[in-house]
């Protein structure tokens, strides 16, 4: 399974970053056989570190930070995010110029079945890939996250106002840019750790070879 350590700073996020790939090694050697750190990401406006694990089971990842990225510089508070019934999709390779997004959703209870179905295969405008898609339920106000690349803001927005808050059961809808992201992994281990979740064919290299 996948989990998101998401972590606030009390300054900046550069003081946090440097800190974690700082003590990469460390925290790979806390995780051992029981988990695989995977990469960083940033949203653009966001004071944070989100940092994507791969544990085989939620309780792998305890350890982890209560002794260690708790105790990273910079750190004022973190909260854990899982991604339920997630879904990666292959990118082509030749998308290094495009930007990258995250959609984070509030759904209506009632229409979570839905709205899961009718985003899993929408019909996609020209300009925009789908990355991966998953629930999260890490807040009262998001439980759905959807990433995908876009050309442009402009574009990913008319999305997400045409085609995401216009589906029944979505009360609203935020879009968020990924402006920065680091890897700790390779493609290939990258595919055979999500494989594990679901199967994505190998052209998935957008999110695993983003560079700061």
């Known amino acids: ?9 009390d300054t900046n996020a550069k003081r946090m970053w440097d800190a974690i790939i700082r003590q990469q090694d460390e925290l790979k050697s ?16 966001y004071n944070e570190a989100c940092l994507f694990i791969h544990v085989k089971d939620s ?19 973190l909260c854990i995010a899982h ?3 997630p879904r ?17 959703a509030k759904v209506n209870p009632r229409h979570f079945t839905d709205v899961y179905k009718k985003l899993l295969n929408p019909n996609l405008p020209e300009g925009l890939k789908r990355v991966y898609y998953a629930f999260t339920f890490h807040s009262y106000d998001d439980n759905l996250q959807y990433s995908f690349l876009a050309d442009n803001e402009e574009s990913a927005q008319k999305y997400v106002n ?19 992201t680091k890897a700790f992994i390779t493609y290939k281990e990258w595919v055979k750790y999500t494989s594990e979740e679901e199967s994505i064919t190998p052209g998935q290299y957008h999110m695993i070879n983003d560079v700061e």
């Open 83 to 85: 991604l339920f019934r």
């Open 59 to 77: 309780g792998s990842v305890i350890e982890l930070v209560v002794e260690h990225l708790s105790k990273i510089d910079g750190i004022s508070s």
């Open 30 to 45: 806390a995780l051992g056989r029981k988990g695989k750190l995977l990469y960083l990401s940033k949203r653009r406006g």
């Open 1 to 9: 399974m996948i989990l998101i350590v998401k972590m606030l700073g």
């Open 162 to 180: 045409e085609k995401i808050n216009t589906v029944k059961g979505i009360i609203i809808a935020d879009l968020h840019q990924i402006e920065r």
């Open 88 to 104: 990666f999709f292959p990118v082509p390779k030749d998308t290094y110029d495009m930007k990258r997004y995250v959609i984070t």
